[in-house]
């Protein structure tokens, strides 16, 4: 292979090595635009790393023999070691060191210290240990130490790190990557966090597990949701918190009844907004603290749904009560409490994706009440697992912002999200979705990012389909299914 194309090779596999890549029109960073490729700009800013793939005299670390049978392409090489015990819980971390093959030698790891704990609901089969030991599972890495792994979010050292795999193992691992790929694009150069990540070939004791993703874990981190926690024993309520919406209900979690409101979505059909759990994931010292952030997230959608519903204009007054605002309309009322640019860029990336769990589980959002602060406003972030994505028409109409059809009720349940179907009911919400459709490039901009996965399929095909024979070609499935959805949104949004 010439060495333009494995330089090629290597952007694919890199991903986005800063939080927020985007097409170089669009960045809010400093990247000359004579740098073609994510793995070239990575080189540029670091001339001793290496691209991936490359031969052991530019640098790379070898793949021990006794993993080399099971490898066959220049995907990167996660090795897990616990001395052989088995790893089945999802609360305790089995010590272990970590190893990583394949890379150059600066993105290396060589025996790390760690803790490794399997992670997820439905993933992890609930944690039925029988299931665990015979299916591959997601792992959550917590090492001894703060590293960084093959170069993710730029560099940045961090002690929590997630392997990612789901029942279809490859391809769903690949609809997280384009996924995570595009939110990066959507959400990085606005400054908010989504997850980088990297396609991997695992393996545990020595076992080939599949390939799996690499990725970040969302939490409250300096280098990735950057919000201000409390000190430890700190109990005032003016401080950071991040939530998700999570059908699992982790403790500590509350309701969400979303007014137990009645409302019509833009296509006119009604429905009531289904109650919802959110559980807190940043850390909390008082049951006041607790309180306070269940009561802001109700109070903004109670300032969200009374003005795009009722035309009544309210706001948090000085202690975060809810009061009557002086607003002239709906934009600006609801612009005081929560930051709409994310939640343009959130939904785009649902509305593509046609994801199931938007209102049901694994969305996040932040805020931070405390001095200095980067999210004064209720903000949408770090979006997150995209398992139940790429299925039915991808030329049907709307669909994050809708009631479900009677098909998809009687599928999934009722897993509508009442933020988008609010918002995009307005006028001026639709504007600001279109205008940043049309900031990214359209189907275009989604079109390059794609066939960065596409080629990067093609590459790792053969350890893909190592125990699926299948899984590299329906890989392929789901990246037509997100172009040719990305081509019906033109139809919408590119007037």
Same mark, same amino acid.
Request: aromatic share 10%.
């Given at each position: ?141 917590? /090492? ?87 000190s430890k024993g700190e109990t005032g309520v003016l401080t950071g918190y991040l939530a998700e919406l999570d059908e699992y209900r982790e403790e500590p979690y509350f ?60 706001? /948090? ?102 933020? /988008? ?75």
């Amino acid at each position: 292979m010439k060495t333009g194309a494995v330089i090629l090779l290597a952007a694919l596999l890199a991903g986005s090595l800063a939080v927020g890549a985007a097409p170089d029109a669009l960045r809010h960073i400093d990247v000359p635009a004579a740098v073609s490729s994510l793995e070239e700009a990575r080189m540029k800013a670091d001339p001793q790393v290496a691209p991936s793939g490359a031969s052991e005299d530019t640098g790379s670390v070898p793949i021990p023999e006794a993993l080399a049978p099971w490898v066959s392409t220049s995907i990167p090489v996660i090795s897990v070691d616990t001395g052989g015990t088995e790893v089945l819980s999802r609360e305790t971390y089995v010590p272990c060191t970590v190893s990583a093959y394949g890379v150059p030698k600066a993105m290396a790891l060589s025996g790390s210290a760690a803790g490794i704990r399997v992670r997820g609901n439905s993933s992890s089969y609930y944690g039925d240990e029988k299931m665990i030991r015979t299916h591959a599972v997601p792992y959550r890495l917590r /090492f001894d130490e703060k590293v960084n792994m093959l170069g993710l979010n730029g560099g940045a050292e961090c002690r929590s790190w997630v392997l990612l795999t789901n029942r279809k193992g490859a391809p769903d691992a690949v609809k997280n990557d384009i996924a995570l790929r595009i939110g990066r694009m959507l959400l990085g150069p606005d400054g908010l966090y989504c997850s980088d990540s990297r396609l991997v070939s695992l393996f545990l004791n020595g076992s080939f597990q599949g390939v799996y993703l690499l990725c970040e874990q969302n939490q409250v981190n300096a280098h990735r949701i950057k919000i201000n926690e409390p000190s430890k024993g700190e109990t005032g309520v003016l401080t950071g918190y991040l939530a998700e919406l999570d059908e699992y209900r982790e403790e500590p979690y509350f309701r969400m009844d979303y007014e137990s409101a009645a409302v019509k979505d833009v296509n006119g059909n009604s429905g009531i907004l289904h109650a919802s759990f959110y559980s807190v994931k940043s850390d909390t010292y008082s049951r006041e603290q607790l309180d306070f952030i269940a009561e802001y997230i109700r109070g903004a959608f109670r300032i969200l749904y009374e003005a795009c519903e009722k035309g009544r204009f309210l706001a /948090f007054d000085s202690e975060y009560g809810i009061a009557e605002s002086g607003s002239s309309g709906a934009r600006e009322c609801v612009e005081a409490a929560i930051d709409i640019g994310s939640a343009v860029d959130m939904y785009i990336l649902y509305e593509l994706m046609g994801d199931y769990d938007a209102g049901n589980s694994s969305f996040f959002m932040c805020v931070d009440l405390s001095e200095d602060s980067l999210f004064p406003k209720l903000t949408f972030t770090a979006p997150w697992d995209f398992d139940l994505t790429c299925s039915g028409d991808p030329e049907r109409g709307l669909f994050a912002c809708t009631f479900p059809s009677f098909d998809e009720l009687h599928k999934y349940g009722e897993r509508s999200n009442p933020w /988008f179907i609010l918002l995009y009911k307005q006028e001026w919400f639709r504007e600001m979705v279109e205008e940043r459709w049309k900031q990214i490039g359209g189907s275009s901009g989604i079109r390059r990012l794609i066939e960065e996965e596409r080629k990067a399929v093609v590459s790792f095909s053969e350890d893909m389909d190592r125990i699926d024979g299948t899984a590299s070609a329906e890989s392929l499935e789901h990246l037509d299914w997100i172009e040719k959805r990305a081509a019906r949104l033109d139809m919408l949004w590119l007037k």
